[in-house]
């Protein structure tokens, strides 16, 4: 992440590698009451602006308890067939733990996309070879009678996760943006003209393969890709786009003005 934007005015894209042995965790928050899920009794609590509208740019709105409902890792690992590992964890209030963050039950593992599994296969009986699925999850309540499995025919996923996809598929998308700022859709389509092209979502690529062909890979990290689409969309407005604009930047640099000053300067050409 740190070599991507080593420079914040002109994020990397070439060659995004994380290196063998990388860890990275991702927490989920809820606004769901303990009475709304039961299983929430004692979860962590966080304050969060997370306001959808804001009044005025910036602006997130009061700060709003959150509760820890899920926990998603990635551990960079070349034995795995797709070179990284993906596990969700859920926050249980009956795991007997004193300590909230000790309550985390393991849901999941994945480390390959089972590209073979189709519905055919499924149907006939197939299940995924990638994937580790906890035996109890639907007796403890994560998985509602409701959903027929956490990820796409039983592939891993979090229960607050889209079940059509899973955490693989999802994280193989993960690519820099193109010139029109769009990005592979993360989900596969729900009704795809061709069997085919569904399971394009659920092939195992390898750590730092594009997703598609003439794309840059963010090696799964769909993180890396959301901060590059939110900077394409602020340099839209507020990056030199006529000469005038590119005069008032060097007076800024003139001045040493910079919207962020704890890093360094950019050289005269950085902003061709």
């Not at 409701?146 to 693989?168: E, H, M, Q, T």
Request: proline share 11%; net charge positive.
């Amino acid at each position: 992440v740190g070599q991507v934007w080593a420079h914040p005015w002109r994020p990397a894209l070439n060659g995004v590698a994380f290196p063998e042995g990388t860890v990275g965790f991702k927490p989920l928050f809820t606004q769901a009451t303990e009475e709304e899920v039961p299983f929430l009794k004692g979860s962590p609590i966080w304050k969060a602006a997370i306001a959808k509208t804001p009044r005025e740019p910036g602006d997130r709105g009061p700060p709003v308890e959150v509760r820890l409902i899920q926990l998603d890792v990635a551990v960079r690992d070349d034995r795995a067939d797709i070179g990284w590992v993906f596990g969700t964890f859920v926050y249980h209030s009956s795991h007997p733990h004193h300590a909230p963050w000790r309550r985390l039950v393991p849901v999941c593992l994945q480390w390959g996309n089972d590209p073979d599994l189709t519905v055919q296969r499924y149907q006939e009986g197939g299940r995924p070879a990638q994937t580790w699925n906890n035996p109890r999850v639907r007796e403890m309540g994560i998985l509602s009678g409701s959903r027929p499995y956490l990820g796409w025919l039983g592939r891993a996923n979090g229960p607050v996760d889209n079940f059509k996809s899973c955490c693989a598929s999802c994280h193989s998308t993960a690519s820099v943006p193109d010139k029109n700022n769009t990005v592979p859709r993360a989900v596969p389509p729900s009704r795809p003209e061709r069997p085919e092209e569904l399971m394009r979502w659920f092939r195992n690529l390898k750590a730092g393969e594009p997703f598609e062909e003439g794309r840059k890979s963010m090696d799964y990290s769909q993180q890396l890709k959301s901060s590059i689409y939110q900077y394409n969309e602020w340099a839209k407005t507020h990056r030199p786009q006529t000469l005038l604009d590119k005069a008032a930047l060097w007076w800024q640099r003139l001045l040493q003005v910079h919207p962020f000053p704890n890093a360094p300067l950019p050289s005269s050409g950085s902003n061709k």
